[in-house]
């Protein structure tokens, strides 16, 4: 493979092929998700890294029906869910290798799943070699979806037939600046570094929910994210998003995203003035 990037001469999927891919992910949510929202108990979640890393027959279920949709689709495509990656691990590293793939988080925010909290959603990226060219964040309460492939700009689209292009922010000064961080899942010594930084923004938070936080990125409703755990299912569709809504996208240090990589920072900020900003402002966490 060669190192240099394709130019993109059309986009990955075409315009009836995303028809389908967001129908699949539409029929799933209704025969999967949604019915079981509000009746799954906390009893009922099975834990996976740790008690607050939850997954539910709705995780199963809806990623069962969406890798069999989409195999069906493209035959030839890798199909990587993140409840498959869980039972086999070495998944995840073939996605870097393959010509095409589809990365499916069934549902991210599972924890406020189970707890009755309307912020989740399903994730959907497609990839080449590990380059995410397209990606889908779909609200099942809402039964709306912000798409984009790398030839054409994120649009927030709707089940009644409504769409509309979404922008990011114009960003601004660290002091006006909003922004989703994945702090408590930093080690402690990266916690307690970067902790004193935070009084200089003007709001930093967390959604639990990659899908939610990559949806008002991209609506220009927060400037930025950062977050230092790398799943593919959470962030190569709203890197891809992020970019086609007129955003930057990029590793703390620099590199731009890629499935393969599993270490680092990764910075999505609403144009490269507030990147550079928010990148000079975290530079401790590239002491690592």
């Not at 967001?22 to 009893?43: C, D, H, K, Q």
């Not at 809504?245 to 930057?248: F, K, S, W």
């Given at each position: 493979m060669s190192d240099s990037l394709p130019i993109p001469l059309s986009p990955p999927l075409t315009a009836a092929q995303?028809?389908?891919?967001?129908?699949?992910?539409?029929?799933?949510?209704?025969?999967?998700?949604?019915?079981?929202?509000?009746?799954?108990?906390?009893?009922?979640?099975?834990?996976?890294?740790?008690?607050?890393?939850?997954?539910?027959?709705?995780?199963?279920?809806?990623?069962a029906i969406l890798a069999r949709g989409l195999q069906g689709m493209f035959?030839?495509?890798?199909?990587?869910?993140?409840?498959?990656?869980?039972k086999k691990p070495d998944l995840r590293d073939a996605v870097a290798e393959a010509e095409l793939a589809f990365i499916i988080?069934?549902?991210d925010g599972t924890w406020n799943f189970v707890h009755g909290l309307p912020l989740f959603g399903v994730i959907i990226a497609v990839t080449r070699f590990g380059r995410p060219v397209l990606g889908l964040l779909h609200d099942p309460v809402s039964d709306d979806w912000i798409i984009a492939d790398e030839t054409n700009?994120?649009?927030?689209?709707?089940?009644?037939?409504?769409?509309?292009?979404?922008?990011?922010?114009?960003?601004?000064?660290?002091?006006?600046?909003?922004?989703?961080?994945?702090?408590?899942?930093?080690?402690q010594d990266q916690?307690?570094?970067?902790?004193?930084?935070?009084?200089?923004?003007?709001?930093?938070?967390?959604?639990?929910?990659?899908?939610?936080?990559?949806?008002?990125?991209?609506?220009?409703?927060?400037d930025f994210t950062l977050s230092g755990v790398l799943n593919p299912w959470d962030h190569a569709a709203g890197v891809l998003i992020c970019q086609q809504?007129?955003?930057?996208a990029r590793m703390l240090d620099g590199r731009d995203y890629n499935t393969a990589i599993t270490k680092g920072f990764l910075?999505?900020?609403?144009?490269?003035?507030?990147?550079?900003?928010?990148?000079?402002?975290?530079?401790?966490?590239l002491e690592d």
């Open positions: 995303q028809t389908a891919l967001v129908n699949l992910v539409r029929r799933a949510s209704r025969a999967e998700i949604m019915p079981r929202f509000r009746t799954v108990t906390r009893a009922e979640a099975d834990t996976k890294s740790g008690p607050t890393d939850l997954v539910t027959e709705a995780d199963r279920q809806a990623e035959p030839h495509a890798l199909i990587v869910g993140e409840e498959a990656v869980a988080d069934p549902v700009p994120a649009r927030l689209a709707a089940a009644l037939g409504s769409e509309r292009p979404v922008r990011v922010s114009k960003g601004g000064d660290l002091a006006d600046l909003q922004g989703y961080m994945h702090f408590y899942l930093m080690p916690q307690e570094r970067i902790a004193p930084l935070l009084a200089a923004l003007a709001r930093c938070f967390a959604l639990r929910c990659s899908c939610h936080e990559y949806r008002l990125l991209a609506q220009g409703a927060v809504a007129g955003g930057v910075l999505c900020a609403s144009n490269q003035a507030t990147w550079d900003r928010l990148r000079d402002h975290f530079t401790c966490l």
